[in-house]
């Protein structure tokens, strides 16, 4: 009978311990639907867009409620050089840009090439460019303006700010190569590498890597040239040749022969390379990179001015440190804006550094030196290398990293407080803008914080001082090359694509980026669109639904055909923005009372850009 009732005792207890709270069901209100079908471009088909993501800002909200819409043509200056060579053609061209609907031409009077294609007292003018040739006499920033006054067209001056010269240029002689490779001294500096392969029991240091992958044949017997795909391997014969090839941690897979790896008989691994050397080179392969054997890849830094690596990027980049630099470039605006009838200014995609590398300049060291106030071991208190076969580079931070990032940052936004004033001095009420690429992401590397100084988000390189770098609170407009050719988030929901690599994402970004700051723009680049129509409309409907108008990329890029889509799309006449600086003032005084009273808009969505998109 004991034995039946604490049996019961236990049975009841266990059954308390096990008891579950009761829970009442979660009862939430269904949120509004992000994704409906419009038409912001009326006389386009509508496409599906994130409206509640295009809806933040107060100027988004502005643009709208007083029928403001960019539609800016851009005119590049080196290809369109035959179609602004008379006055025939510039008032052709801006007729057809008025019939079209765009209300703002920008034209490029300082290319990348550094020469300018009006008269200038601060560089030489530009007159030949591949077949075309403009007249020495000629002028036609001039006939631009006066054709623009008379069509009721704003007109913008694009500047390529911290370049001088063209890589193309210097190669294929299309035209003279740019004024900066005569001034090794205003160069930009880039920190690069001089590779030593090391085997595991031999340390000569006379073996060298080339100075960049995929290039060769090796030129000498202490060079070893470095593939990393059978396509790269060179043309020049090299029958007989050994190869050797290694993994990504430099472990020699096997020796081969170079037409083994041609005909595909052997595989290069991922991230692997296949070595070859000729004379000393190949023996040493021979000798010392057997299977199993491993091969290391040390380096030391050396600084050379970027006229000697031209092959790594397009424009002959100058150095921001420099006063020199920085003084003619305003020199030149000031120039500008002080003899043309123009609407204002707007800085190309140099306005930055060549590159996490660059500038490494003695300018540089003293100046970063002071900034963190205390000597630096240079450069390994920025970032070292790590070389892997195939002679690409990886990163290891040094305990500077992040200030470096600042310091350049720092640096742009200075001049771009010298460039406002500049601006307001020769032509007030002239107008100031920026074009940048629109994956945000990137351009830490590059020095150029395009963000309102008050901008935050879950980027790891945002800091208070980083923060701080931003200016986009300098500007008028702030365009970005969001030059995909998916248009919509829902796009990519349908087709498995990233949602970072469309026009919508990117102009959502680029809006909160500015944060109300300024007016912001979609650029889109027509070459993407060749042959179909139907996801250029779309895209043009993305643009302007996510951001206050949309920047079509280049005149020179087969636009003929698409003449009669930009007519349907502008169909309704309306203003650029940037024309409406009273409306800027009020969005700008908007956001400051909603920051003082703690007003909070939801946190940026952030959807990964792809790397050098609008550059």
Known sequence: MLRSVLCGVLLVVGSRAFAQPTVEPLRVAPPRNRFETVAPLPGLPPVTLDTLGNGWGI????????????????????????????????????????????????????????????????????????????????????????????????LICSFNVFSDGHRIAQLEKPGPAGPGLDRPDLQTVL???????????????RFRGMDEPNVGPPDDGTRIAAYNSVAALPRRALEGHLAAIVDVRGKVLMQTTVEAVRSLAVGIPAGGAVLIGIGEGAEFLRLYAKPRDTITFEHKPVFVPIGERLSQQIPLMTNPHKKEVQDKVLQIVDEALANYDIDGVIFDDRLRFGGLNADFSEDARRGFEAFVGQPVQWPEDVFVYDVRPDYSRGVLPGRFYDAWLTFKAATVRNFMARARATVDRARPGAKLGVYVGSWYGEYPNFGSNYASPLFDAGFAFINDSYRRTGYADLLDYLVTGCYYTDATIADSLRYG???????????????????????????????????????????????????????????????????????????????????????????????????????????????????GTGQ
Request: aromatic residues 8%.
């Open 59 to 154: 100027a988004q909200r502005t643009a709208r409620d007083n029928a403001l819409q960019a539609r800016v043509l851009w005119v590049d200056g080196t290809a369109n050089l035959g179609r602004v060579n008379d006055d025939e053609k510039v008032r052709r061209l801006v007729e057809r840009a008025k019939t079209a609907g765009f209300n703002t031409i920008v034209f490029d009077v300082k290319p990348i090439v550094g020469y300018t294609l009006y008269p200038s007292r601060f560089a030489p003018k530009l007159t030949q460019w591949r077949n075309e040739r403009m007249p020495a006499e000629y002028d036609p920033l001039a006939a631009m303006s006066k054709e623009c006054r008379a069509a009721g067209l704003s």
């Open 497 to 611: 694509i990233a949602p970072g690599a469309t026009v919508e994402a990117a102009g959502q970004l680029s809006n909160r980026i500015a944060r109300d700051a300024t007016w912001t723009y979609a650029g889109l680049a027509i070459n993407t669109f060749k042959g179909d129509v139907d996801a250029l409309q779309r895209c043009l409907q993305a643009a302007v639904g996510s951001t206050q108008g949309v920047m079509v990329f280049d005149l020179s890029h087969d636009i003929d055909p698409l003449w009669s889509v930009f007519e349907k799309a502008f169909a309704e006449p309306k203003a650029p923005p940037h024309t409406r600086p009273d409306l800027l003032s009020k969005v700008r005084a908007e956001r400051v009372d909603r920051d003082r009273r703690g007003e909070r808009e939801p946190p940026v969505v952030i959807y990964p850009g792809i790397p």
């Open 191 to 205: 920190y690069e590498t001089e590779v030593t392969l090391k085997a595991s029991f031999f340390t000569d240091p």
